[in-house]
């Protein structure tokens, strides 16, 4: 027997995503995109609304889906779910506690400081020590695969290995820089350790996770071609390009003197290039699978019958491919800005794309609605409900989720002689900044509706 579905996980990321996550950040938009005062605390938040995205909204949902898919995959069923329980309340307590402390930090002195500060790294002692405890998880899957997930085209074992590292390096790290934050008697981390960290995080937990389950499950169910080429040799050529770009690059951040900065973003051009190939490889952005298969068997079909098949309807499960195709455009826009970026940085050609825009694109872009779209389509499989009570209403979801992105983002990546160089469209740009928070707090209560009946089930 494999384990009953946490939807408790589910749940409970979505309401951190809305009450915490996204709307320290919502706040953080809003105030930049209407020119109000930042305030003291703007770089608490902003980084608090990093860590509670990352670890709270995306950390959560991988956690609870990995724990049934990985098990399935790899026909291992021997990790207790009295852990699994565990992990659950360490996290949730750990990440509680850290919205609260870290949101009131920057207003505290003395005493209350101090007990805040404190707070802060409990939780963060607290969040490292459910990630070692999902490590065995991870591990486990790792070493005890059946032989048949050994096969070089299924093999997903070394995308498994760099999370496990992402994990370890971004839990740990956190509970040193937070102590020290709080001995230093300072209200948030440095800078350029906190960025380098959270690219850390995408690169060696993120994108391998979502990689590894989109191998195996998104060829099954949205029909594509299935993997016919040696996935384990793409994982290694994956670990070893980023290993190395993140040394140099910590080797950078580390030292007053930059050193093989060319090579850095060499090297961050090459692992574009590697995903890129990745999606390329997947023929996931044209969507022609079905129509390609009646092509191939040479049965005749109608140009409205090819329409149809383009744009089919997955019926109890709404059209929840548009969110996994948008995940992968946006995931394949932010990787061409990344590296026409590093292209100018090596031909020291001054332009202005924000590299935070092409960080949301991957975050928000691509992971959040990669996460929602699988969601839809895996979760009412993995409980007695089988499918979406509102299926139609998904169709509204990929709107909002879309436009809250494009908000987020179109100021951040558009350079900014572009926007002054045509009237008023650089103060639309903000002010859309400022709403885009809003719109996915929208869309993040659309998604609970649609999948509250189905969680709930569960519970039952």
């Known amino acids: 027997m494999y384990y009953k579905f946490p939807s408790l996980y589910i749940r409970t990321a979505i309401l951190f995503a809305f009450w915490a996550g996204v709307s320290m950040g919502t706040h953080v938009a809003f105030t930049i995109g209407f020119d109000f005062p930042l305030g003291k605390g703007a770089f608490a ?158 690169h060696f937990t993120i994108f391998p996770i979502c990689i590894a389950i989109g191998l195996r499950a998104l060829p099954l169910f949205l029909k594509l071609k299935k993997v016919d080429w040696n996935a384990r040799n793409f994982s290694i050529i994956y670990l070893i390009i980023v290993s190395i770009y993140f040394i140099l690059k910590a080797i950078n951040l580390l030292n007053d003197d930059i050193i093989l900065i060319n090579e850095t973003y060499l090297l961050a051009i090459i692992k574009d290039l590697i995903i890129a190939w990745f999606i390329f490889k997947l023929n996931i952005l044209f969507r022609d699978y079905k129509l390609n298969n009646r092509i191939s068997k040479n049965i005749s079909c109608s140009k409205r019958e090819e329409f149809k098949i383009f744009f089919s309807n997955y019926g109890k499960f709404g059209h929840f491919e548009l969110f996994i195709q948008s995940a992968f455009i946006w995931l394949s826009i932010g990787l061409f800005l990344d590296i026409l970026l590093h292209v100018m940085l090596i031909q020291k050609i001054k332009i202005d794309i924000g590299i935070d825009g092409i960080r949301h694109m991957w975050l928000t872009g691509f992971t959040s609605l990669l996460i929602i779209g699988m969601s839809i389509r895996m979760i009412p499989g993995m409980t007695s409900t089988k499918k979406l009570k509102h299926p139609d209403r998904v169709i509204w979801l990929v709107r909002i989720i879309n436009f809250s992105i494009l908000f987020r983002t179109i100021y951040l990546v558009i350079p900014e002689s572009i926007l002054l160089s045509i009237p008023s469209i650089g103060i639309i740009a903000l002010r859309l900044f400022g709403l885009s928070g809003i719109l996915f707090m929208f869309g993040l209560l659309v998604f609970y509706y649609l999948m509250a009946p189905i969680l709930n089930n569960n519970l039952d």
């Open 45 to 202: 938040y902003i980084q608090t609304h990093g860590y509670l995205q990352l670890v709270g909204w995306v950390g959560l949902f991988i956690m609870g889906i990995s724990f049934v898919i990985l098990s399935r995959l790899a026909h291992f069923n021997h990790f207790r779910e009295s852990y699994i329980k565990l992990i659950y309340i360490l996290m949730v307590s750990g990440l509680t506690i850290r919205f609260i402390s870290h949101s009131l930090l920057p207003y505290l002195t003395g005493f209350w400081y101090l007990i805040m500060g404190g707070s802060i790294i409990i939780s963060s002692i607290l969040v490292f020590l459910a990630i070692i405890i999902y490590i065995l998880f991870l591990l486990s899957i790792v070493f005890h695969t059946s032989p048949i997930i050994k096969v070089p085209n299924r093999d997903i074992r070394y995308f498994l290995i760099m999370n496990i590292f992402g994990w370890i390096i971004y839990g740990l790290a956190n509970v040193i820089l937070l102590s020290t934050m709080v001995n230093n008697g300072q209200i948030f981390l440095p800078h350029g350790i906190n960025l380098f960290l959270v690219d850390l995080f995408i």
